[in-house]
Structure formats: structure tokens, C-alpha cells
């Protein structure tokens, strides 16, 4: 029953954050847009070129380098069952906004099983007790679990490199030359062989670092197992990515992520987003990404105090840190680069844990040491929930969109055009959301500058999502201001104030959300005002988007 429970745990809070914060952000828009035009519209088997213009979003906006299209036709492979059995449970039509839900829901499971088949690794390197807190720590963690649903390259990669590190962790716990050990490593080095040619470059140099560390323990054969692994990740990553690519752009032959690899690695051009001292990961990254200060201050450096998981601890971090390391000379840095770490350092931490929890009742110092351990992760869940809420308030251009769509009035029949900004386009604004070709609205979100200052361009328009109003031309009213994050201070929760309440949400995650918010904001404000004169922590709300609809 307690592992049924706790299996399930994390799969249920990836939901959870996926039902909360439906929408998406412009870094995970390529694939978002490529899987609802793979699913919508279907892939065409003849006049692809002239198909592809008319159809599909990467032709109309390419971005300054191609993409793979495998990772979105793979999630639009696995969500096509659940359209056919959605379209015929509703005669009527299904919003296309399910189907955004119901892919992300899939690469959110997809990933939950990968950390749940981590787990049973966790048990075999350390222990049932071990695998037990690996799941309580990795589900109280925000960033993986926020992300496991979302489309970004790096998490269609993440459950491959994560049943990689899976495997090569189970093959420490039998003999090394056993065949069950061999298939382990094989299918470790295969599995990151390919996701890295596919999904993310990054992926090679983790790669390099487990089979140096492989070959350095003497725990691998270069002949029998590096070089075939190596080989057949290399032909079949290859192979999947140039030719799905190569059809999807139309360009041959054509490998995505090699191109990615020159665009931002050779040519620097990743550096054009910012960059971040060499420590970053270390310093920043890592901590964020555990979020538990006793798992990375603490249970990790007594796993690797402890003789009794001091080898096993070893053999997990050194590569993973060593990675990290190595990546860190670039100068351009973002915590998801390095997310593959994350269960391996987790599975380290719940090994310290699992000494603790294992002996509490042994001395008065290990019970302390227990009681700080479920203190911290009850904190580490609160503090993720709540950075849960946070986000989910970043999304104004989704919330925006779907708003501007219950304003329409129902009746009317004729066209209606809608232009979308930049900020609504890059916080939440999918084709997803967007209504049938077949319907009256028309969409349409320009970029050049030169464009935007015609004053005829803007006449064509009935309503127009905008960051800045002022800069919008022509006799327009306020139909609604979607307001988002803004930052967190101290309010005044005593009596009237001008900022935000304590706790405010609207649109798609109201219903939920509401009851409990309420519930908050009476007990904020009764503590505020017998205990601190009404000032009380708060989430800043600010006007984000403005809902433009053309005077009459």
C-alpha cells in the first residue's frame, strides 16, 4: 500500500501543477505549436512544401534556427488516442485547449514513470527506506515537477537520460561483468547517445563523463560495450532526427540540434540571453533545483561521510558533477540545461536521509535529526506549492486570450480579427487556444516594427491584446486588463490598500483555486493585524495585458 501511495504521488503532484498552470511560455512555444499542428491537421503525404505554408506554424515563424520535429511528433503520436476517444465522448466538438492539457498530461506521466522506475534503483543501491524519501524529496522539489509536463527539448530528454542514469545505477548493484549488468550499461549509453543527438547536445558531455568514469573504475569495456552502444545510439538518433527533420523543414539533409550546437556553442550566439559566472550551477542552480536545504547542506555530504553508502554515493555524483562542471565554461547558463542531475543528486540525498530515518530511534540525536528532516520537506512542500501560485500567474497572455474569446458576444457572424503582442505571444498565446480555422475570428501576430507603425495595418482589427495600449493606433476602448506577477512585498491587509490582496487568482485556475485563497487571505489578514499592525506578506499584482476592442 505505501508504495501504490507513494508511486503515486508523483505522477498526482505533476498534474496538479499542470492543471493549475495550464499555459505555456515562448520557450516551450516551438513544440507546443508543432504538436497542435501534427495533431490538428495531420502530416501530409503529398505537397508537404505547399501543405507546411498553409498549415504549420514553424514555416510562417522558423525562429533563427530549425528545430526538431521528434519530440512533437512522438507527444502527438501518444495524444492521438485520447483526441479520437475525447471527439467521440463529445458529438459536439472538443476545445481545442483539452488537447494542449491532454499532451503535456502525457509527457507529464511519460516522465513521472521515469522517476518512478528511478526509484526502484534508489532500493537497489540503498534501500526500500531510501527509495521511499528519493519519491518525498523529488516530489517536494518545484522545478521538475513544474516542468515535467512542459515542452522544452530538455524535458523530452529527461525521462530518456533519467531511465539511463536508472540503469547504470542498477548495474552497480550486480556483478560487473554479469550479462544483466553489460545490457545496463549498454542501454544507458545507448539511450544517451541518442537523446543527445536528437534533443539536447549538452547530453554528450554527461555522456562522456559517465563512460569516462566507466572506463577509469574499470567497470566497462571500450571494445564490447562503449563503442556498440555508442554506435547504434549514433545511427539510430541520426537516422530518426534527419529524417523526421529533413521532412518537416523540407531541407536535406537536416540535423536540428547540430545546427543548434554551432548557432549558440560555436558561434556564441547563446550569450545574446545573458551570461553567468562559472559557480552559477553550483552556487544558484543546484540548491534551487533540490530546494530542500537539508537535502544538498546535509543528507548529501552524509551519504558520502558514511562508508556504508559512501561507494555507491561516489559512483552517482563524481560523473553528474563532473558534467556540471565541465558545462559550466560556457557562459551562457539556465538551471534546465543541467535538470538531468537532478535525480541522481536526489537519490543521493535520500540515501543520507534513509541513515537517518533508519536509526531514530537509536538516540536522542537521530530523532532530532528526523524530526529537521520531516520539517524540512514539509517546508519544501509548502515553498513549492507557493511557488506553484506564483507561476501560475505568469501567463497573462494566455489568461488574456481566453478572456478576449468570453467577451465576444456569441451572435455576431462576422469576421473577427484579433491581433496578438509579443508579451501575450510569449506567455501563454497557442494555437491550442485558438478557435477552428473554420470559425469567425481570425488571428494574427506580426512583428515588424515597420508594419506596426502603419496606421492602416491596425484598421483591419476588431480587437487587439497589447502590452502598451499607447502604442496601438487608431480610436480603441478597454474591453479588460488581465493583470500578472509582479513581485512579492509587505501589504497593508488592515484596511484599504493599493496594492494586490495577499493571495488573487482569475480565469482558467479560478474555480479551484478561490475556496482556498479565500480561506487564506481571512486567516492573513486576522494574523496581520493582532500580530504585525496589518502588514502581512503579499503577491503584487500588476496590469499586464490590456483587451483593445476598436470604437464604434
Excluded at 479588460?480 to 485556475?509: C, E, M, W
Aim: one cysteine or more; charged letters at 15%.
Amino acid at each position: 500500500m505505501i508504495y501504490v501511495i507513494l508511486a503515486g504521488l508523483l505522477p498526482l503532484t505533476i498534474l496538479v501543477h499542470l492543471y493549475l498552470a495550464p499555459y505555456t511560455k515562448v520557450e516551450e512555444s516551438f513544440n507546443i505549436q508543432a504538436i497542435h499542428d501534427t495533431l490538428i491537421h495531420g502530416i501530409p503525404t503529398r505537397n508537404a512544401t505547399a501543405f507546411f505554408n498553409s498549415h504549420y506554424d514553424h514555416f510562417t515563424f522558423p525562429g533563427p534556427v530549425p528545430r526538431t520535429f521528434v519530440g512533437a511528433v512522438v507527444m502527438s503520436g501518444l495524444t492521438r488516442p485520447l483526441q479520437i476517444i475525447l471527439n467521440l465522448l463529445s458529438p459536439g466538438g472538443v476545445d481545442k485547449f483539452t488537447f494542449q492539457l491532454a499532451t503535456r498530461g502525457v509527457l507529464g506521466l511519460l516522465n513521472a514513470a521515469a522517476l518512478v522506475h528511478f526509484k526502484r534503483a534508489i532500493d537497489t543501491a540503498y534501500g526500500k527506506v531510501a527509495g521511499r524519501w528519493y519519491i518525498i524529496l523529488q516530489a517536494s522539489q518545484f522545478h521538475v515537477i513544474f516542468y515535467a509536463s512542459r515542452t522544452l527539448p530538455n524535458m523530452f530528454a529527461f525521462s530518456i537520460t533519467t531511465l539511463a542514469l536508472s540503469n547504470l545505477i542498477s548495474a552497480q548493484a550486480v556483478a560487473i561483468r554479469s550479462q544483466k549488468s553489460v545490457k545496463r550499461r549498454r542501454l544507458a549509453l545507448y539511450l544517451l547517445t541518442a537523446s543527445g543527438i536528437i534533443f539536447r547536445s549538452e547530453i554528450a558531455i554527461l555522456l562522456a563523463m559517465q563512460t569516462l568514469y566507466l572506463l577509469v573504475q574499470g567497470k566497462t569495456s571500450l571494445i564490447n560495450e562503449v563503442i556498440p552502444a555508442g554506435t547504434f545510439g549514433l545511427i539510430i538518433g541520426l537516422g530518426v532526427t534527419v529524417s523526421v527533420d529533413s521532412f518537416f523543414w523540407q531541407r536535406f539533409p537536416l540535423w536540428p540540434e547540430f545546427i543548434g550546437f554551432v548557432y549558440n556553442t560555436i558561434q556564441g550566439k547563446s550569450s545574446n540571453w545573458g551570461v553567468s559566472p562559472w559557480h552559477y550551477y553550483f552556487i544558484n542552480a543546484i540548491p534551487r533545483l533540490l530546494l530542500n536545504p537539508i537535502s544538498w547542506s546535509f543528507c548529501i555530504p552524509l551519504a558520502l561521510v558514511n562508508r556504508a553508502t559512501r561507494k555507491t554515493s561516489l559512483d552517482i555524483l563524481i560523473p553528474l558533477l563532473a558534467f556540471v562542471a565541465i558545462y559550466s565554461v560556457l557562459p551562457h547558463k539556465e538551471w534546465r540545461f543541467i535538470i538531468y542531475i537532478i535525480p541522481g543528486l536526489t537519490g543521493v540525498a535520500a540515501g543520507g536521509a534513509s541513515w537517518i530515518w533508519t536509526r531514530r530511534s537509536k538516540s536522542i540525536l537521530y530523532r532530532l535529526l528526523s524530526l529537521g528532516l520531516i520539517a524540512s520537506t514539509i517546508t519544501s512542500f509548502v515553498g513549492s506549492f507557493s511557488l506553484l501560485y506564483i507561476s501560475s500567474l505568469n501567463y497573462p497572455g494566455g489568461e488574456a486570450f481566453t478572456r478576449l474569446h468570453e467577451l465576444v458576444p456569441s451572435g455576431q457572424q462576422t469576421p473577427i480579427r484579433v491581433y496578438m503582442d509579443n508579451l501575450s505571444c510569449q506567455t501563454g498565446v497557442t494555437r491550442f487556444l485558438e478557435k477552428d480555422a473554420g470559425s469567425r475570428f481570425v488571428y494574427d501576430k506580426t512583428e515588424d516594427e515597420t508594419t506596426l507603425l502603419d496606421p492602416a495595418f491596425w484598421q483591419q482589427f476588431d480587437y487587439v491584446l497589447a502590452e502598451s495600449p499607447e502604442r496601438i493606433i487608431g480610436s480603441w476602448e478597454v474591453a479588460d486588463v488581465i493583470h500578472g506577477y509582479s513581485g512579492v512585498g509587505l501589504g497593508n491587509l488592515a484596511g484599504k490598500q493599493d496594492s494586490a490582496p495577499a493571495l488573487t487568482t482569475r480565469g482558467f485556475i479560478a474555480r479551484p483555486l478561490n475556496k482556498m485563497l479565500g480561506v487564506y487571505n481571512e486567516v492573513a489578514r486576522v494574523a496581520s493585524q493582532k500580530a504585525t499592525g496589518g502588514r502581512w506578506p503579499v503577491v503584487k499584482m500588476a496590469p499586464k495585458i490590456h483587451i483593445l476592442k476598436r470604437q464604434e
